[in-house]
């Protein structure tokens, strides 16, 4: 388990979109707020502007000591979205893309918040990669860099060393994703207690995407998907799950493919894997009482599933907790 420093690249102006100032606070709240309880040492954080300070809209400034030309000495380097006059073409602030291709360069984790992808594409560090953004910007984030896949139908992907993420409260999942891989689930779940965030996360140390934490302002589902996460360990079916929401089971179906992105079935299977990789973590339970307890079945049941959505099996993910 390890934290390391991040850097958060402000990349010019702020408040030029409402989502500006969430961006940028999410990352400070999340990598910024010492947890002594849940992992001692913290991540170390710093915010790096150019030389001037980035002033918002709402007529107050911020003001950092370090600069974009510190990001190279950052484990990861986030940058928490650019003004959206440089989306339609003005120039990124200057020294940014540069200090960004130095910074991985030098092996930092990138990450883009929002349409913070588009300075991580000009510095040439998506091409060939698969990655999103806000929906608003998807098109011209694929059209202004045609060598990158852009996805606007998933919440954040992580490829490995660059990830990026879409708008708005994706940002703050994707931060927890990142807490999640480098400190673990028990971690990353008691930190979204802590920030009022459900508990609706799936995880993985391989290529991920989470689909699970609802996009909408529909509630509906919340009360069901709650009452299958606290018993994971039963057998749970899709027409129960309808029942309990007051729905048919195909309009259920229907509504959390709409929701969450993936089937009922899936995301009941996502659940149980994140459940194995908390008990894999935070107890010494035999392989087949975790298969048992996150309700999936046999020990060779659990090795299946969890080596083909984390990449490694139970037994050797378990080692890398270990202390």
Request: glycine content about 6%; overall charge negative.
């Amino acid at each position: 388990m390890t934290t390391g420093s991040v850097a958060i690249a402000m990349a010019g102006d702020i408040g030029a979109c409402m989502w500006d100032l969430y961006e940028i606070a999410i990352p400070c709240s999340v990598f910024g707020m010492p947890q002594p309880d849940l992992a001692d040492p913290w991540y170390d954080l710093r915010v790096c502007t150019a030389d001037s300070a980035p002033v918002a809209d709402q007529g107050f400034s911020l003001r950092t000591r370090h600069r974009f030309t510190d990001l190279a000495a950052a484990d990861t380097v986030i940058v928490a979205a650019v003004p959206e006059a440089v989306v339609y073409g003005q120039p990124f602030a200057p020294g940014l893309v540069e200090s960004l291709r130095q910074a991985a360069d030098a092996g930092a984790r990138m990450v883009s918040l929002c349409c913070g992808a588009f300075a991580l594409a000009e510095a040439g560090l998506l091409d060939g990669r698969r990655v999103t953004t806000h929906w608003m910007y998807t098109g011209k984030l694929a059209k202004r860099y045609p060598k990158v896949q852009v996805d606007d139908s998933v919440l954040y992907v992580d490829d490995c060393d660059v990830l990026t993420s879409a708008g708005m409260s994706a940002a703050l999942d994707l931060c927890l994703h990142l807490v999640r891989c480098d400190l673990g689930a028990h971690v990353a779940n008691q930190l979204a207690r802590r920030m009022v965030v459900p508990a609706h996360r799936s995880g993985g140390q391989a290529q991920f995407i989470d689909l699970s934490v609802p996009v909408t302002d529909d509630e509906s589902l919340g009360p069901v998907l709650q009452w299958a996460v606290e018993r994971l360990d039963q057998p749970l079916t899709v027409d129960e799950l309808a029942r309990r929401a007051g729905m048919s089971t195909r309009t259920f179906y229907r509504r959390l493919q709409s929701v969450t992105g993936t089937t009922p079935l899936k995301w009941l299977l996502n659940q149980r894997i994140a459940h194995a990789q908390t008990l894999l973590e935070t107890t010494s339970l035999p392989i087949e009482k975790v298969s048992e307890r996150s309700g999936l079945g046999t020990a060779t049941n659990l090795r299946r599933h969890f080596t083909r959505h984390v990449g490694v099996t139970p037994t050797e993910y378990r080692r890398t907790f270990d202390t």
